[in-house]
T-cell receptor, first 115, second 113 residues
Framework: AQSVTQLGSHVSVSEGALVLLRCNYSSSVPPYLFWYVQYPNQGLQLLLKYTSAATLVKGINGFEAEFKKSETSFHLTKPSAHMSDAAEYFCAVSDRDGTASKLTFGTGTRLQVTL | KAGVTQTPRYLIKTRGQQVTLSCSPISGHRSVSWYQQTPGQGLQFLFEYFSETQRNKGNFPGRFSGRQFSNSRSEMNVSTLELGDSALYLC????????????FGPGTRLTVT
């Protein structure tokens, strides 16, 4: 079964600093990979996805992620944090088969942005 | 285009009762998936419906069931509610068969007392 690990349940950065949220997946076959963001009392919003094209994926709100097969990683970055980035971020994975719509999520990383 | 809508947004039920949650997908989307989100277990996949058929199922007891109508709207039912069923239930829709890009609704917050 697919699984995904997010290192660090809480990350705090200063406004303007680099954001780095870590995600590692477990699969011998590269799966589909996603990053979602959740603001308080809201659903999940898709930030970006990796499906087999370019390994460096650009998403919304200035976020990007790089797929590294050798490291089984898909870390999320943003060069300069903004106060509005404070939220919970989830990495997710799905198989490239008939269960593609079944997402397996990591435990989430809460991002705090300070002045 | 309107997003995924879920009703009701908040619900309080008593242990032993049953509950039905509703999800209207984005217009044109044919696949609807349901997820449960709790502080302890995180986000867990419940099931997915496509063309009125359950196509994928997670590891939840039979008390959790769902269905999809011809207009792609979906309902989820939980019978004999337990305290542990208190959670945020999220619905997601996607456009195509085997589509991996899912769009989530705001969720229904269920509290079981």
């Amino acid at each position: 079964a697919q699984s995904v690990t997010q290192l660090g349940s809480h990350v705090s950065v200063s406004e303007g600093a680099l954001v780095l949220l870590r995600c590692n997946y477990s699969s011998s076959v590269p799966p589909y990979l996603f990053w979602y963001v959740q603001y308080p009392n809201q659903g999940l919003q898709l930030l970006l996805k990796y499906t087999s094209a370019a390994t460096l994926v650009k998403g919304i709100n200035g976020f990007e992620a790089e797929f590294k097969k050798s490291e089984t990683s898909f870390h999320l970055t943003k060069p300069s944090a903004h106060m509005s980035d404070a939220a919970e971020y989830f990495c997710a994975v799905s198989d490239r088969d008939g269960t593609a719509s079944k997402l397996t999520f990591g435990t989430g990383t809460r991002l705090q942005v300070t002045l | 285009k309107a997003g995924v809508t879920q009703t009701p947004r908040y619900l309080i039920k008593t242990r032993g009762q049953q509950v039905t949650l509703s999800c209207s997908p984005i217009s044109g989307h044919r696949s609807v998936s349901w997820y449960q989100q709790t502080p302890g277990q995180g986000l867990q996949f419940l099931f997915e419906y496509f063309s009125e058929t359950q196509r994928n199922k997670g590891n939840f007891p039979g008390r959790f069931s769902g269905r999809q109508f011809s207009n792609s709207r979906s309902e989820m039912n939980v019978s004999t509610l337990e305290l542990g069923d208190s959670a945020l239930y999220l619905c997601a829709s996607s456009l195509q068969d085997l589509s991996y890009e899912q769009y989530f609704g705001p969720g229904t917050r269920l509290t079981v007392t």
